[in-house]
């Protein structure tokens, strides 16, 4: 590959271990090199200034100032596609979200120990995280980014109607991947409390969904948690995959559960969105409501399609609201979309199309 055509990355941790091997691991690859390192979030200014990068790596606790403050920063002054350099620890699990609520694509978790050896093996997920970086939508930091994690959303000047029996009668599905944290936020804030359930599958790994849940828990009317295997999936919650497992739908009786289970990765991911929506067609049919959000790749395309078929309704996310378009333009692309919409309509959507559908039987489209 052309040397000018390669993507330019700058790498920003404080340990020198680290920058020498992410800067290997790029340097392998031909189709991207890197252009610079730096060793705080000082230094990489004028590295990031002088290299014009397309991605920067960064690691979230560093001296003199924190990846944190940093990325606030870079997202107000310079956007630029980011990928957080994340571990494995509780407080490293909270400071990742607070990342990509700042705007940062995506995170690689290095673990705690054996460094030099997690990293080699996380290679393909870097470098792979890198490329989706660089062809990635990145906005201009405002102000709603930087809203405290704890403050509860205001009540939307229409106050939804109540949905009441319907809610126990509907459930909704959501699948994202790539900027589906902060795009799943955005549509169940915009929720009333009295939804239907809510399932999510979103591409996380093991130690960093318990967090997310925690964060969405605090900004929703509906209450958000981590998904456990056998428990009754009820109206005004949503239940998100843990990370590094599946999460499906099934019936017992009159109730749906929701099943977690381990077992092999679906089109590269575990969690994955095809597991999700192939039981939301198989187990719930007409009665679904899928939505598919930003995301790299084709995970839960065809599984959407097959929801369509079984009798739901679907929504996906469009291409100039999408961090990546991967995931929606594959499902539209396979007639998976009754509705291609704006983010920022998404909520309103599913609150339309479920009181529209009260009290009547839904025909398959």
Request: aromatic share 2%; proline share 5%; hydrophobic share 45%.
């Amino acid at each position: 590959m052309d040397t000018r055509a390669r993507i330019k990355v700058v790498v920003v941790d404080d340990s020198a271990l680290v920058r020498g091997l992410l800067s290997e691991i790029i340097n392998r690859q031909n189709d991207m090199q890197c252009v610079g390192v730096a060793a705080d979030p000082l230094q990489a200014r004028e590295v990031i200034r002088a290299a014009n990068p397309d991605v920067i790596t960064l690691d979230v606790e560093m001296p003199r100032m924190d990846g944190i403050d940093f990325l606030s920063r870079l997202m107000r002054l310079r956007p630029t596609p980011v990928v957080m350099v994340s571990t494995l620890t509780e407080r490293g699990a909270e400071v990742t979200m607070r990342a990509l609520e700042l705007g940062a694509v995506d995170f690689v978790a290095k673990p705690k120990i054996g460094v030099v050896d997690g990293l080699k093996r996380l290679s393909d997920d870097i470098t792979d995280k890198i490329r989706v970086a660089a062809h990635a939508q990145v906005h201009r930091l405002g102000g709603v980014a930087a809203t405290p994690q704890s403050a509860v959303p205001a009540t939307p000047g229409t106050s939804p109607s109540p949905l009441g029996r319907l809610s126990t009668e509907k459930l909704i599905f959501i699948g994202a991947s790539t900027g589906g944290t902060e795009a799943t936020r955005a549509v169940l804030t915009e929720l009333p409390a009295d939804m239907p359930g809510i399932l999510i599958t979103q591409h996380m790994p093991a130690g960093f969904t318990t967090s997310y849940a925690k964060r969405l828990d605090s900004l929703s009317r509906i209450r958000v948690k981590e998904a456990v295997d056998g428990e009754r999936v009820l109206p005004g919650h949503a239940y998100l995959a843990p990370g590094g497992l599946h999460l499906s739908v099934e019936r017992s009786g009159a109730n749906y559960i929701a099943r977690v289970r381990d077992g092999e990765a679906v089109n590269r991911h575990k969690p994955s969105v095809e597991v999700l929506f192939e039981s939301a067609a198989r187990v719930v049919g007409q009665n679904a409501l899928g939505v598919m959000l930003t995301g790299m790749g084709a995970d839960g395309a065809q599984a959407m399609r097959t929801m369509l078929d079984a009798g739901s309704y679907n929504i996906c996310q469009d291409e100039a609201s999408c961090v990546v378009f991967g995931m929606p333009r594959e499902a539209i692309a396979r007639g998976a979309a009754h509705e291609v919409l704006p983010l920022s309509r998404i909520a309103a959507a599913l609150i339309a199309r479920l009181k529209s559908t009260a009290g009547a039987t839904i025909h398959r489209i």
